[in-house]
């Protein structure tokens, strides 16, 4: 059997944006170099122990990265952040000391390329600036796990990017600590791996001497002196004090935190929220089928909901029925040993049952259990209704996911359904319920699909459960419930259980392999995922809010196909919830728990069958076609590349572009003693002048006069870090004058002043300073552009030699950083010129061959915000993505000469130049002309604004000059125009900015 393997997809702009965010923090750090040793005896560091990374630069180049990542002036730094703080006391001479480093934080939504994203930071950051020591910490073996997968598997896709540069992992579990050895001394890219459990405890073995090692290190030792990045993965569930020092202990040159749900965001850089995410199709989109009983007051039901310690005793309180006035009720009762189930609920069913508690237990894993042998465990249910609902769940899964497999199929994609089950036991014992109920419906309802009917349920499900050998045994196993095993047992089953996953993730893709159906406990909550989920069925509570959120995560990712390509089509990518409770309950549990992760929620997950257009066939099979006659002729692009103009243009753009300096930001100062002083000289209307005696960059003494306003930021506007606590100032009356009110508390009036020690004296101090005589060796620029722009090296020699020679010769002393600037200011002048001089021929073919590909007779929109469409509208419903567009959609409907419209589909693109990206216009409109016959054809785009060179991204900007020529080609009047155009009909005109020639 052929193995599948993944294929990855460098070109993806929110990746390569966030990987692009942590360069950003660097533009301007010359290219560190290690000089090859024979002994190999010394350890090789990110940067030397006498050197730092300029406080100032850093915070400077932060501001740059958030502004690329659009953040609000309000969500800008203020100051750098750092974690300052005790290391792990590990009882030795080393314990006590303190470290202090920058964290920057990366904030990424499930299944939208976090591990990817972090992988490829590491090579980039060694491409760019030479970094070669990084650690990634885990708080689990399940990330563990999932981490190295990530690495094998991309591999060969990251040397090819990056010319086969060597980077290695290395793993660390306790063991060969040569390893760290070996870490510390290499002079190539290294990359420990290790859990947080591996090194925040004292008797962790990383912390004692061993004589497997060479001299007095210890383990940690070895680590901490390269100065380390360290990569810290799921950072919010590594919070606690111990894992905070233990952290520390590794003395980082500084950390990078990814995750989709921080807790804290120190010195923010990146942001994709799951409303990002959704609205730009990175993940699947979110449906829900809600399994729950309803006015059924027949049975038993008994949860048990929490076990404590209260007055000495200890208590278990329950749900169940109670019987109330008459009526059995939902309610909750608490019991302690000995009670009897029937004496507190008057319930008839536990009458002579032997419903009395014999022991309860508490703890993590605690339960109840009767003198009837029934043990009931937190979060489990017991009662006669759990059969039915599970029944009914595995039905709605086994339905759902043999429909969408006869649906895909023919486009090479596995479809895959995941179980969450409450009780392992309720799967591998011979009377195990969740086993029995999927065989049985398995068989049930497997006829009527040809991919099923000759397949048993054994072939087609698989549990994944920890695992161990029975005593005396070579063969049999016996599965564990990791929430039921001690902690210090946990890790080892959780590794084997985690290793059998990961190896399986891609056979389970392909067709090949039978199964198709998962069965898990706890296992695959979190570090695993598979993008060909698409069903996710949970016999279980599903707990929290972040639990709840955590379980979709593991089927976000968008699928693949049998050749490992990603599939990116909206209506293929949807991920079917069926939950053991109510809609409602599990859709607002859900959005609960996205408003803590951003600004504002996605939109409500929606039932299967909402949402759901029907085309109006009496518009689609008459004037439709007509209109589809024309939008079906295939156009071939030529590009008329005037070569000569092309590089006057790019020489021009060069030279007034500005090249960063190389900068030296690894500095030394001294240790100064003073003290810093703020006078109020005057105040105004809503202004005060303030003399200020602060510290100079070396520490010296310097005394400035100021006039700020309300509101400002002192430190930020004089960039000096002492006057951080003053904040901005507020003018208040005091005693009948007016003062100032810092915000720190201090209040002034004119002529008062207050004197301060800084929170640098005493500290070494740094600053950042040009080197314009230094110079470092130079890549081959030429062959990097033409790779990365498909460029002639001639053409771009050309260019080179065209700029101004002082601008030529900065490449010297910053080579990277001019490289950089050089083929992105290029690709923008290439991308404008084959904009300007691109044309559309026929080709005498039919592109789109199909239209009921493309506008099927029912079109699904999970997740999506639609309109009711009027009587013309092509579909009954129509999606809006934005005001614009709705409001555009009101004005359609309430136009008496509209004869139809429909919003193009996204899987209708129009080709263009890969510089620039495919187009998909929005809507096509037919509307009779003035005197009423005949029917014009006109394709509108909706933008905020009709001045395309306000657009935010320039190539929406180019994508709309090139919709324009296309068009015309076709014969279609074509404009983008603003929801509320009131002339959008008119053809295009001079005032819209868009030269046509």
């Not at 996911?401 to 799967?427: C, G, M």
């Not at 005396?472 to 902690?487: F, H, N, Q």
């Not at 080579?815 to 404008?832: H, K, M, S, T």
């Not at 009027?870 to 004005?891: C, M, N, P, V």
Request: with cysteine; glycine share 6%.
């Amino acid at each position: 059997m052929a193995a599948l393997q993944l294929k990855f997809d460098a070109n993806q702009p929110h990746q390569i944006d966030a990987v692009q965010r942590v360069v950003t923090l660097f533009e301007g750090l010359p290219r560190q170099t290690t000089a090859f040793t024979l002994s190999g005896g010394e350890i090789v560091a990110n940067l030397s122990e006498y050197d730092d990374l300029s406080e100032s630069w850093l915070l400077d180049n932060l501001l740059e990265a958030q502004r690329q990542s659009h953040f609000e002036a309000a969500d800008q730094a203020r100051r750098l952040e750092y974690d300052d703080g005790p290391t792990l006391d590990v009882g030795s001479a080393q314990s006590g000391s303190f470290a202090r480093y920058p964290s920057f934080t990366i904030e990424m939504e499930t299944g939208t390329g976090k591990t990817y994203v972090y992988l490829r930071t590491i090579y980039e950051l060694r491409q760019r600036y030479g970094f070669g020591k990084f650690v990634i910490v885990v708080p689990s073996v399940a990330i563990y796990e999932g981490v190295r997968k990530s690495f094998a598997i991309t591999r060969d896709h990251f040397r090819a990017l990056y010319g086969n540069e060597p980077v290695n992992l290395v793993e660390y579990d306790g063991g060969q600590l040569g390893k760290l050895r070996n870490f510390a001394y290499s002079t190539a890219c290294e990359v420990l791996l290790i859990t947080l459990a591996a090194f925040d405890k004292a008797s962790n073995v990383i912390y004692r001497s061993s004589d497997k090692l060479q001299g007095d290190l210890r383990p940690i030792d070895y680590v901490c002196g390269t100065r380390p990045i360290v990569i810290l993965d799921e950072p919010q569930k590594m919070s606690g004090p111990s894992a905070v020092k233990a952290i520390r202990s590794l003395k980082p040159l500084f950390s990078l935190r990814y995750s989709a749900t921080h807790k804290e965001n120190p010195n923010r850089l990146y942001r994709l929220t799951p409303v990002d995410a959704f609205r730009q199709n990175l993940v699947k989109k979110i449906q829900v089928i809600g399994v729950s009983e309803r006015e059924n007051a027949n049975g038993a039901v008994l949860e048990l909901l929490r076990v404590e310690r209260t007055g000495g005793r200890i208590t278990a309180t329950v749900r169940t029925r109670i019987l109330v006035n008459g009526s059995l009720q939902i309610g909750e009762i608490s019991l302690h040993q000995g009670d009897d189930l029937f004496a507190k609920t008057n319930n008839r069913d536990y009458a002579n049952a032997g419903y009395r508690v014999e022991t309860i237990m508490l703890g993590e894993n605690g339960f109840v259990a009767f003198e009837n042998d029934i043990v009931i465990g937190l979060r489990d249910q017991h009662g006669q209704h759990k059969a039915s609902i599970f029944r009914a769940q595995i039905t709605k899964t086994l339905e759902t996911h043999f429909t969408w497999q006869a649906e895909l199929r023919p486009r090479s994609i596995k479809v895959l359904s995941l179980f969450f089950v409450d009780r392992v036991e309720n799967y591998t014992s011979n009377e195990g319920l969740i086993r029995r109920l999927f065989d049985e419906e398995f068989e049930r309802l497997k006829d009527d699909f040809a991919d099923f009917k000759s397949l048993r349920p054994e072939q087609v499900r698989e549990a994944y459960f920890a695992k161990k050998k029975k005593p005396k045994s070579d063969e049999e196993e016996v599965v564990l419930d990791l929430e039921a095993l001690a902690a210090k047992d946990r890790q080892a089953a959780e590794k084997a259980a985690y290793a059998l996953i990961m190896r399986d993730k891609e056979r389970l893709l392909s067709f090949d392999e039978k199964t198709c159906f998962i069965f898990a406990h706890s296992a695959l909550r979190e570090g695993w995922d598979n993008p060909n989920v698409f069903q996710i069925c949970t016999l279980r509570e599903s707990g929290s809010e972040i639990e709840r959120r955590q379980a979709i995560g593991r089927g976000l990712r968008l699928c693949v196909n049998q050749s490992g390509a990603r599939v990116h089509d909206e209506e293929v990518n949807v991920l079917t919830v069926i939950a053991n409770e109510s809609y409602k309950s599990f859709a607002s549990g859900l959005q609960s728990e996205y408003v803590k992760a951003g600004d504002q929620a996605p939109p409500a997950p929606k039932k299967p069958r909402d949402n759901t257009a029907i085309r109006r066939d009496h518009i689609f099979k008459n004037d439709f076609q007509r209109f589809w006659q024309k939008l079906q002729t295939a156009l071939h692009y030529r590009i008329h590349v005037h070569t000569p103009q092309l590089i006057e243009t790019a020489v021009a753009r060069l030279n007034h572009a500005d090249f960063p300096q190389s900068v030296i930001v690894i500095e030394r100062g001294r240790v100064t003693i003073a003290e810093c002083m703020v006078k109020v000289l005057s105040i105004g209307k809503a202004k005060a002048e303030l003399q200020l005696q602060l510290l100079d960059e070396a520490g010296e003494p310097y005394e400035t006069r100021r006039s700020f306003a309300e509101r400002d930021n002192l430190a930020k506007i004089v960039r000096d870090d002492n006057l951080r606590p003053f904040g901005n100032f507020k003018i208040e009356q005091h005693d009948g004058a007016p003062a100032l009110v810092f915000g720190n508390g201090i209040v002034l009036a004119v002529g008062q002043s207050h004197n301060f020690a800084p929170e640098s004296a005493g500290r070494i101090r740094q600053r950042s300073t040009l080197a314009p005589t230094a110079s470092y060796p130079v890549f081959n620029l030429t062959e990097r552009a033409a790779r990365e722009l498909g460029m002639t090296k001639h053409s771009i020699y050309q260019i080179f030699c065209g700029m101004r020679e002082e601008k030529r010769l900065t490449i010297f002393k910053n080579p990277e950083g001019f490289g950089a600037v050089f083929i992105n200011e290029l690709r923008n002048v290439l991308a404008d010129h084959i904009t300007e001089h691109i044309e559309f021929v026929p080709s005498g073919d039919l592109v789109f061959t199909e239209p009921n590909e493309l506008f099927p007779k029912e079109q699904k929109y999970p997740q999506k915000e639609v309109v009711l469409a009027d009587a013309r509208g092509l579909y009954d419903l129509i999606q809006t993505d934005s005001d614009e567009e709705k409001a555009f959609l009101e004005t359609l409907m309430q136009d008496k000469r509209v004869s139809f419209y429909f919003k193009f589909p996204p899987k209708f693109r129009i080709p263009l130049p890969t510089i620039i990206g495919n187009y998909n216009p929005d809507w096509g409109i037919a509307r009779l002309n003035v005197d009423k016959m005949p029917i014009i054809h006109l394709v509108r785009e909706t933008k905020g604004s009709v001045d395309l060179e306000t657009l935010r991204f320039p190539n929406e900007k180019r994508k709309i000059r090139c919709a324009q020529r296309y068009f015309a080609a076709l014969g279609i009047d074509y404009r983008p125009i603003r929801g509320s155009t009131h002339d959008w009909w008119k053809p295009e005109t001079e005032n819209l900015k868009i030269n046509s020639q």
